[in-house]
């Protein structure tokens, strides 16, 4: 699998195994800056939490107490600075390339491969924070999303990772990329439509339904064990959700 540097800016085209192309939005200054700014504001309410807690605990009120009672600032501070410049490296690795901010914000950190990044890459990129972040208000990675290709910033160029726009499909078509396709080696395309039908089931008419229903799993296998047209609407639909399963 590689990536594609032709096409638009504002595209990022990941090539899969079975040489189908998938093209997906790069998210944009607008989208990075919905996103961190969600994420900042959770992170200092959890480090401005910690330590309010702490503070309580360790000296009874909202102060630092008698100089005797000083040994307990590290234990109260330290957690909190911790909490504040590890957020969004551990939480993009848990949630993969994701944060809260970053997933109310509908966007995704991908490699320029288009799999899912690794502990290096998010560590490099979040390390390269304090410089995007010079001399305020993020002025350098602002400036760099603005005017780079892929609306990089410098802790993308870093780490080589992308942040792209996570449609509805998009992240369940860049897993299947990532890794090979699916069990059966289904063109990802094919899954995505799957994907869609199973979608708007409810809302289809019964018999436009099948019919797409049969076409699409004879596409998936051209020769199965039972031929899709003898499929009921129930085998039909269980078989397309048994191909959309991601493996």
Not at 10 to 36: C, H, K, N, W
Not at 156 to 177: K, Q
Not at 202 to 209: A, E, G, I, S
Request: glycine fraction near 10%; aromatic fraction near 8%.
């Amino acid at each position: 699998m590689n990536s594609s540097n032709e096409g638009p800016a504002e595209q990022f085209t990941v090539q899969g195994m079975t040489g189908v192309d998938l093209t997906l939005d790069i998210a944009g200054p607008g989208s990075r800056s919905y996103a961190f700014i969600i994420d900042w504001h959770i992170r200092l309410l959890l480090a401005l939490a910690w330590i309010g807690m702490s503070l309580f605990l360790a000296t009874g009120g909202w102060h630092l107490g008698e100089p005797r009672e000083q040994a307990a600032t590290w234990a109260i501070f330290l957690p909190a600075a911790v909490i504040y410049f590890f957020y969004h490296p551990v939480l993009e690795l848990l949630m993969r390339g994701q944060s809260p901010g970053k997933r109310m914000a509908g966007v995704r950190v991908a490699t320029r491969e288009g799999g899912q990044p690794g502990t290096g890459a998010i560590l490099i990129r979040n390390v390269f924070r304090l410089v995007d972040s010079l001399p305020s208000l993020y002025a350098i990675g602002l400036l760099c999303t603005l005017f780079s290709r892929q609306r990089v910033r410098i802790g993308d160029m870093a780490a080589g990772t992308v942040l792209l726009s996570n449609e509805r499909f998009a992240t369940r078509s860049l897993d299947r990329l990532a890794g090979t396709g699916s069990a059966g080696g289904i063109d990802p395309n094919l899954l995505d439509l799957i994907d869609q039908l199973l979608e708007r089931w409810p809302k289809l008419d019964p018999t436009r339904r099948l019919e797409l229903a049969h076409s699409l799993l004879l596409s998936a296998d051209p020769a199965p064990p039972r031929p899709p047209a003898e499929l009921n609407e129930k085998e039909a639909h269980a078989r397309l959700v048994a191909l959309a399963q991601p493996t």
